[in-house]
């Protein structure tokens, strides 16, 4: 078992970036809300999208990262499986993904960031309203965020079995629940370009997105 306290304490103090931080709390949303959908551990689920990229600012190149960081997160007490999936989300490591969970955290990962990518050219640039017919039409747009894998998505929703439109969907919902209600002078945060290679730069976040 891993608590959310315990994820997010390990996370902070590997981890400085506002962006990154930023991003791990929206692949935990992601997570959680797949986790309430298939019955599976809350915590867990949340811990390994907080963590899935926690080492990135000590080891920003493959295959130190995410290699290096399990050793840390197993030396945490970091559960095994949750270890396991934040190896498997690299394709790199060469370790496959064998259980849903792991499964899950490879396809919310990047379609987190490319959700919030699109997000950010919308008008008031918040998620609340996208609808996933614009997704896919970025998605098809190789100009667009081109440092995002499409093929990684693209895979990742089939490796869980779901439909890609529902997956996108199912994201956005996520998403939309933990940012804020639509309000006159609701304010957005726009992010610094994040050092992540694979983030599309200025992603946005609305404010009220989930915390600590």
Same mark, same amino acid.
Do not use: Q
């Given at each position: ?36 959908? #298939? ?16 080492? #990135? ?26 270890? #396991? ?59 667009? *965020? ?7 998505? #693209? ?23 933990? *940012? ?12 610094? *370009? ?19």
């Amino acid at each position: 078992m891993i608590s959310r306290d315990h994820a997010w304490s390990v996370l902070t103090e590997f981890t400085k970036s506002d962006s990154l931080r930023k991003h791990a709390r929206a692949v935990e949303a992601s997570m959680r809300a797949y986790a309430r959908r #298939y019955g599976e551990d809350l915590d867990a689920w949340g811990g390994a999208g907080i963590l899935h990229d926690f080492d #990135y600012e000590m080891h920003p190149r493959a295959p130190h990262h995410p290699l290096k960081g399990a050793e840390i997160l197993l030396a945490r007490r970091v559960p095994e499986r949750i270890v #396991y999936a934040i190896l498997a989300h690299a394709d790199y490591s060469g370790l496959p993904r064998v259980s849903r969970l792991d499964r899950a955290l490879y396809a919310c990962d990047e379609l987190s960031g490319f959700v919030h990518a699109v997000a950010l050219v919308r008008p008031g640039r918040v998620i609340r309203g996208l609808e996933p017919s614009s997704v896919r039409k970025k998605l098809k747009d190789k100009a667009f *965020a081109r440092t995002v894998n499409r093929d990684d998505v #693209y895979r990742g929703a089939g490796e869980l079995g779901v439909d890609l439109d529902e997956h996108i969907a199912f994201v956005i919902a996520a998403l939309t629940d933990v *940012a804020p209600r639509d309000r006159p002078g609701a304010r957005v945060t726009r992010l610094p *370009a994040p050092s992540h290679p694979r983030f599309p730069r200025d992603v946005v976040h609305p404010e009220g997105a989930p915390r600590p």
